[in-house]
């Protein structure tokens, strides 16, 4: 894969470099945000690794500005910050997953594969839950009559969910199909992805689809 690295401390840029050089990836270093977006903005990444605390430009302004111009490959925010506030924020933003510092190269790996699987796959029919309705092919989701917009993250959590609607999905499911066999995610990582998403698909007024099984995980459902 072609990865966009963005990371100015520069001994750790080296070191994902050859790591992911090593891997077999393409990989391009930028050493600060504002070089980083205008890469990025050249759309010629599978997969983009994004520091968060940057000179110039910040992380969080990167993934808001790619974006707003439509741009939607995937991103990968690499923080060193853990409060949960970040982590919704560049989420909300559009940032695919995020990983804290220090992180292991393992780990590294296979959040990369994760998020790169959830790219341009080959979709099966439309999906529909009461009047939710989701479209695996064009990607778009619906509740009654208005547009959901959904992060990749969220899609795939939903998709999963409207593909067992009625049924409980234990947590562990949920990571495994959304970020991959032995993925090491927090449980308020998450956590975060389904307050997300349960505030983009029901809004005040309207019939809660998505129930919390305390203990268990997660199920889409009328109530
Ligand atoms: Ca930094």
Do not use: C
Request: without cysteine; proline residues 4%; hydrophobic residues 40%.
């Amino acid at each position: 894969m072609r990865i966009l690295v963005v990371e100015d401390e520069s001994r750790l840029a080296e070191l994902l470099r050859q790591a992911l050089h090593e891997e077999g990836h393409s990989v391009t270093v930028a050493l600060d945000g504002t070089n980083g977006l205008a890469l990025a903005q050249s759309g010629e990444f599978d997969v983009i690794l994004l520091d968060v605390l940057l000179p110039g430009t910040d992380g969080f302004t990167v993934v808001r500005r790619l974006r707003a111009e439509k741009n939607r490959t995937p991103i990968l925010l690499l923080t060193a910050r853990d409060s949960a506030k970040d982590i919704v924020e560049g989420l909300n933003l559009g940032a695919d997953d995020y990983l804290t510092k220090p992180f292991s190269f393992d780990v590294l790996f296979a959040r990369i594969r994760a998020v790169s699987r959830r790219g341009p796959i080959p979709q099966p029919a439309h999906l529909r839950t009461l009047d939710l309705s989701l479209d695996p092919g064009t990607r778009e989701v619906r509740r009654g009559s208005r547009t959901l917009s959904l992060t990749r993250t969220e899609f795939a959590i939903l998709e999963l969910l409207m593909r067992h609607a009625g049924r409980v999905l234990p947590r562990d499911r949920v990571i495994e199909s959304v970020w991959g066999h032995g993925a090491d995610i927090e449980s308020n990582t998450l956590d975060a992805f389904m307050r997300l998403l349960r505030s983009k698909i029901e809004l005040p007024g309207e019939s809660k689809l998505l129930q919390t099984v305390r203990g268990i995980g997660y199920a889409l459902r009328a109530e």
